[in-house]
């Protein structure tokens, strides 16, 4: 295993995702190393499953960084939810906790104004910038993960909301004025 403190040792992480049982596991290394033994005891036990090897040699405590190698699998898994397709990666928010989102996803589209341009911030894959897209004249979701926001595009591609969804990627703090000013004129 890796430590923090004294930056010795290869292993940081195991991250493990499940939607709808499929998985995605992710192994955090300080280098790229042979996961051919993980993947095979894996196997035995998982029908259908991607494997990530994200390489972090940072100093640091973040859990990815931007060097991702595909070691089984297509590297995402898709999706169906609330009537929306969508595609998710290791490092894509989405609400997991089923009976959560349900509810929370549910609170969103019953306050939300079928004239009304929405804004989710911190929107994750978008699978919620896409329900309101499909309510509410436009939707308009910010998100700093560059993977999550391709997930996005993807995820509004596949269900036919060009022209009502719109992804921007970046912090909300330097995207949200920009946002706002296309927004201006509209509920």
Known sequence: GYNEETGEGTLRR??????????????????KIDCGKLIAILEENFNDFTFLLNVNSSKNNTIFSKEWHIC????????????????AGANTFLQVNDDVRVKLYEQA??????????????????????????????AYGIE???????????????NGLDGRMFNVCGKV?????G???????NK
């Open 14 to 31: 195991i991250v493990v995702r499940e939607i709808k049982n499929k998985f995605i596991f992710a192994l955090v290394a300080v280098k």
């Open 72 to 87: 089984r699998g297509f590297g995402f898994f898709e999706a169906e939810d609330g009537g929306i397709k969508y595609k």
């Open 109 to 138: 589209l019953k306050e939300a104004d079928s004239e009304a341009v929405a804004l989710d911030l911190y929107s994750g894959g978008g699978m919620l910038t896409a329900m309101l897209a499909k309510k509410c004249e436009k």
């Open 144 to 158: 700093i993960v560059e993977e999550a926001s391709r997930c996005a595009d993807e995820l509004k591609k596949a």
């Open 173 to 177: 703090e330097e995207k949200l004025g």
């Open 179 to 185: 946002v706002l000013e296309k927004t201006k004129g």
